[in-house]
């Protein structure tokens, strides 16, 4: 187990575990139990491609507690994954869970692959393999996957389908974020982006901050995307944009609707024709009153911290704040921090919708979708914010806390076994 802590986003979470774990006052017997994940898979997964050669992948899922229900994670294709980083992201998917009051524990899933450089073919043959070894550790009440970073509805299609082939029926609750045509919810592809929008515009709100309020948004892909469509619907103004092929940066505004269709059309915001291209580390500290870093872990350091210049940071991606940077912006005192487990929790609260609806085979209207998830948004909302004043702690600490005190107070009275 003591291997995970090489990978730096593992050490990471457990810096963040331990300082709520002190603050909460946890013993040793207790903590260790709620800390450490209980499962780790890795698998090999030899694939075809279409060079004729065969390649070894690595795939990995981490489960990390089971004492809520199934669990209940994304599955990750990024060179960088190895089973360090999906340990960490299976843990803060533990708290984000408990924290808005969903029946799971955490997991997470993670092949280490450049899907920019696969064919559709490749893709195709990579996560049905997977499956297939994933087969004797996942299942509707067992552990249940999702997209993240590098796959999408169609990699869930996949899974969806080579799950239901080997059980001989279809097993739609297998997956979330798949398409909605074959058991899908209403509204998931956008929850994550749109759920961002919508604690974003509560934080602007108690602010007291404008409408028309400029956001940075790093990574757009499927979060950052729709994150920036929804704030710009509640009126802001999107000033920067970053991908990995770089950034952009206009004070006086880019037009995401052309944004969302060039991307649509190029898959990168490369040659798009407005704003000062910048490098990613640049757009970070832009002048905005709003960051929301949607891409990936540990972008924001110490040193960028120090430098940022907006009134609200909102954590779209998993992770995006080191420890050390996470001290900067507390001895600021300026940010507001909406913390990850709080900021993308709308995308697993209707991944959990929708395996509700396909469980009972009974599904709901978008509106029905979003009125639910925007009463558990605010609920939740609300909750770190008070947690926090009443404690006089930092909202990173009150969400976190808030979390595994739940994952603490149910391992308690459920007991251990034998
Ligand atoms: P995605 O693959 O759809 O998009 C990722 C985006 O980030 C792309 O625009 C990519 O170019 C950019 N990017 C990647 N590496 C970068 C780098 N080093 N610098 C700048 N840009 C970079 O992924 P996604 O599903 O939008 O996920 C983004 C983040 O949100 C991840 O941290 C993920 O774990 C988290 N998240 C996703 C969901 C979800 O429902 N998809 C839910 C909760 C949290």
Redesign the pocket.
């Known amino acids: 187990m003591k291997v995970l802590l090489q990978n730096p986003t593992f050490r990471m979470a457990c810096q963040q575990f331990d300082g709520a774990a002190d603050f909460l006052g946890l013993d040793a017997s207790i903590r260790e139990r709620v800390k450490w994940p209980k499962r780790l898979i890795s698998v090999a997964v030899p694939v075809k491609l279409d060079n004729g050669d065969v390649k070894v992948f690595e795939g990995h899922r981490v489960q990390h507690h089971l004492t809520l229900g199934p669990t209940k994670g994304?599955l990750?294709?990024?060179p960088s994954v190895d089973i360090g980083e999906v340990a960490a992201?299976a843990m803060w998917m533990s708290w984000?869970c408990a924290l808005a009051g969903l029946p799971y524990g955490g997991a997470k899933g993670g092949i280490a692959c450049d899907?920019l450089r696969m064919s559709p073919r490749e893709l195709e043959a990579l996560t049905r393999r997977y499956t297939v070894e994933m087969i004797p550790f996942i299942g509707p009440h067992i552990d249940v996957m999702?997209?993240?970073?590098?796959?999408?509805e169609q990699t869930m299609a996949w899974m969806y389908d080579t799950y239901s082939t080997h059980a001989g029926h279809a097993v739609p609750s297998i997956v979330t974020?798949k398409p909605v045509s074959i058991g899908g919810s209403m509204g998931?592809r956008e929850?994550?982006?749109r759920g961002v929008a919508f604690v974003t515009s509560r934080a602007l709100e108690i602010l007291k901050m404008p409408a028309d309020s400029r956001i940075i948004v790093?990574?757009?892909?499927?979060?950052?995307?729709y994150a920036a469509y929804g704030l710009a619907k509640y009126g802001a103004k999107i000033v920067g944009v970053?991908?990995?092929?770089?950034?952009l940066y206009d004070p006086n505004g880019l037009d995401v609707e052309k944004l969302f269709v060039h991307?649509q059309t190029h898959a990168?915001?490369e040659n798009f024709p407005q704003g000062e291209r910048m490098t990613?580390e640049e757009l970070l500290v832009q002048s905005c009153d709003v960051l929301i870093?949607?891409?990936?872990?540990r972008?924001i350091t110490a040193e960028i911290a120090a430098k940022l210049q907006c009134r609200v940071l909102a954590e779209?991606?998993?992770?995006?704040t080191t420890f050390e940077a996470d001290a900067v912006l507390k001895q600021r005192g300026d940010i507001f921090v909406i913390p990850?487990v709080l900021c993308?929790?709308?995308?697993?609260i209707v991944?959990y919708f929708e395996w509700v609806q396909d469980l009972q085979n009974f599904f709901w209207t978008e509106v029905e979708v979003f009125d639910k998830l925007y009463r558990i948004l605010s609920q939740t909302f609300d909750q770190v914010l008070k947690e926090a004043r009443q404690k006089n702690i930092d909202h990173r600490t009150a969400a976190l806390t808030l979390g595994i005190q739940k994952v603490v107070d149910a391992k308690k009275i459920r007991g251990l076994f034998p």
């Open positions: 994304g990750r294709f990024s992201l984000k899907p999702a997209p993240d970073m590098g796959t999408n974020g998931r929850a994550t982006g790093q990574g757009f892909g499927n979060v950052g995307s970053g991908d990995r092929t770089g950034a991307f990168t915001l990613n870093p949607a891409a990936t872990e972008v779209a991606a998993n992770g995006p990850d993308n929790a709308g995308g697993v991944s």
